[in-house]
Nanobody, 125 residues
Framework: QVQLVESGGGLVQAGGSLRLSCAASGRTFSDYAMGWFRQAPGKDREFVATISWGGTSTYYGDSVKGRFTISRDNAKNTAYLQMNSLKPEDTAVYYC??????????????????WGQGTQVTVSS
């Protein structure tokens, strides 16, 4: 089991930027592909981005392509989500997830058992 802790959320104006971090502990970080999902009030959890074990492969949800960038630093056991050109519709709780090998590069929550507690991102208009 890997433990995940997100940080970096906050309140930002539309057009601004934030960088989220997901710190992992408990297991070998490089054994897991990593992903970010988000959930707005009253909505299902939505796929944002995922990155492979070594960081050479990434996938993005259509709503964030060209604006968000996922990355990882295996030496620091941390995954990141750089969010630029933020929009009010990006407002949500953002969660990171550790992917078991057979789940990558899933864009759904099924099969993902390791989640962080989430960090709130609020984008004002």
């Amino acid at each position: 089991q890997v433990q995940l802790v997100e940080s970096g959320g906050g309140l930002v104006q539309a057009g601004g930027s934030l960088r989220l971090s997901c710190a992992a502990s408990g297991r070998t970080f490089s054994d897991y592909a990593m992903g970010w999902f988000r959930q707005a009030p009253g909505k299902d959890r939505e796929f944002v981005a995922t990155i492979s074990w070594g960081g050479t492969s990434t996938y993005y949800g259509d709503s964030v392509k060209g604006r968000f960038t996922i990355s990882r630093d295996n030496a620091k056991n941390t995954a990141y989500l750089q969010m630029n050109s933020l929009k009010p519709e990006d407002t949500a709780v953002y969660y990171c997830a550790a992917y078991p090998p057979q789940s990558y590069p899933s864009m759904t929550t099924g099969g993902l058992r390791n989640w962080g507690q989430g960090t709130q991102v609020t984008v004002s208009s």
